[in-house]
């Protein structure tokens, strides 16, 4: 109905939510902020959704004196007594319920278990539409890849201090840590790489079955994997780059199992890239002015090859089944800036290029960038790659064909290369 679509926002979050986050959203806040922030969302309003327990009959406090009691390896539960006073009892619940899901402990009631999955599911989604789009329109590099962070730790319930290796069964923080006295690598990569006799030695604390180890490499042999096999810098229709230009960025990247990944060989991979001519042809522009190549339909044999892609995640402690999306980031040198707005890629099910475009600096000279890949539902997945490109002072030859087209003020708008027909 037309109410209902000047309620919510085309995403499906309330306008008044938005409101809310607009003016509490600052340039640089931190993932527990974010998280407090959330926890603001009017979606959490009992006539907006289904609570199993109602308000006002101590349920909270219960909740609340649960998760206080609850001894969380390496970390506490940081709502002091007073503070909970002066949260809503709505906010503070899901403070609660939030903290669990990050800590991956286990609640006592089915009631509390079934509002804390419908929490997080729609904790994801406001960090992802609600918040990080606020954060991009603003052009806040700090508040965007936390809130992307944010994204990626409650799907896979860790928090700040805790290991990649939680995302295969069976790990816990404590054991993980045990398993890097004897490895010192924390990655997936690394867990995968590892001989059957060091695994297994690394592993015997755990006191796992075969069947068990089985099923965590299972899961690591499937675990998405996204690599940059090249990145290219050009001015299109010229040779050189040169200032204040128009530079179109493509990226071209890789998606597959980390199984397949680990066989890769990335330099030949990258080389062969390398020599592959984009043409202009193969883009056209979108309705906000970004590039799109209008060539890169998926063909049955590239879905065959990359079925696993269709696939959700493996990610037990989120209702959901969830599919792995991109961020491409184009980052200055120190990190602190975009150097144009990220791009989002959901169709990533074997090889794709990705464009970005921004304005060459003015001045000749090498220019230092940092591409950043990030996973918005996998931890420890992200990518952080040095480029570079070179910024040549104007050749002769660029200037003469743009001298052909200077227009004199005499000129007559009949005379203009531009005029009106």
Same mark, same amino acid.
């Given at each position: ?18 409101? &809310? ?46 998760? +206080? ?9 940081? !709502?002091?007594?007073? +503070? ?15 903290? *669990?899901?990050?800590?991956? !402990? ?6 509390? +278990? ?18 990080? +789009?606020?954060?991009? &329109? ?15 730790? =409650? ?11 939680? @995302? =295969? ?7 993980? %840590?045990?398993?890097? #006295? !004897? ?33 965590? =490499? ?7 994997? *996204? ?9 299109? /229709? ?5 200032? #204040?230009?128009?530079?179109?960025? $493509? ?14 060989? =990335? ?14 042809? @193969? ?5 906000? /002015? ?7 339909? !998926? ?29 491409? *980031?184009? %980052? ?10 990220? &791009? $989002?890629?959901?169709? %990533? ?27 918005? *539902? ?44």
């Amino acid at each position: 109905s037309w109410s209902a679509s000047t309620k919510y926002t085309k995403d499906n979050i309330l306008q008044s939510t938005m409101a &809310v986050f607009y003016r509490e959203l600052k340039s640089k806040m931190t993932m527990k902020e974010l998280t407090e922030l959330i926890g603001q969302a009017h979606e959490f309003e009992p006539e907006n959704f289904k609570w199993s327990t109602p308000f006002g009959t101590g349920e909270t406090d219960k909740i609340f004196a649960f998760v +206080k009691g609850v001894q969380v390896f390496n970390d506490k539960f940081e !709502i002091s007594t007073t +503070k909970q006073r002066k949260m809503s009892e709505i906010s503070t619940r899901i403070a609660c319920f939030l903290f *669990c899901q990050f800590h991956r !402990i286990e609640l006592p009631e089915a009631s509390w +278990k079934a509002d804390q999955a419908l929490v997080v599911t729609k904790a994801v989604h406001l960090a992802s539409n609600g918040l990080l +789009k606020i954060a991009l &329109v603003r052009d806040w590099t700090v508040t965007t890849l936390n809130a992307m962070t944010v994204s990626q730790f =409650l799907i896979q319930a860790v928090w700040e201090n805790h290991l990649p290796l939680l @995302q =295969l069964p069976y790990f816990t923080q404590e054991s993980a %840590l045990k398993y890097m #006295e !004897i490895v010192k690598k924390p990655t997936i990569r690394d867990f995968l790489n590892l001989s059957d006799e060091a695994r297994s030695a690394a592993l015997s604390h755990m006191n796992l079955s075969p069947e068990q180890v089985e099923n965590m =490499l299972k899961v690591a042999r499937a675990y998405p994997d *996204c690599n940059v096999l090249n990145i290219d810098f050009k001015i299109l /229709g010229q040779e050189e780059i040169t200032p #204040e230009g128009v530079i179109t960025c $493509l990226v071209k990247l890789k998606f597959s199992r980390l199984e397949d990944a680990m066989k890769l060989d =990335l330099k030949k991979e990258a080389e062969k890239a390398k020599k592959e001519k984009i043409e202009i042809e @193969q883009f056209a522009f979108d309705e906000d /002015g970004n590039m799109v190549e209008t060539n890169n339909s !998926i063909s049955s044999a590239s879905l065959a090859k990359s079925d696993f892609a269709l696939q959700p995640i493996h990610a037990p402690f989120y209702a959901m089944p969830r599919k792995p999306f991109w961020w491409v *980031c184009l %980052l200055s040198a120190d990190l602190q800036n975009f150097i144009c707005p990220p &791009v $989002l890629v959901k169709d %990533l099910y074997d090889e794709k290029t990705v464009t970005m475009q921004f304005q060459t600096p003015p001045r000749p000279g090498q220019v230092q960038l940092r591409m950043m890949l990030r996973s918005d *539902c996998l931890y420890g997945a992200d990518l952080l790659l040095d480029t570079k490109f070179t910024i040549q002072k104007e050749s002769k030859v660029q200037k003469v064909v743009e001298s052909e087209w200077e227009i004199s003020d005499t000129e007559s708008e009949e005379e203009s290369p531009f005029g009106s027909d």
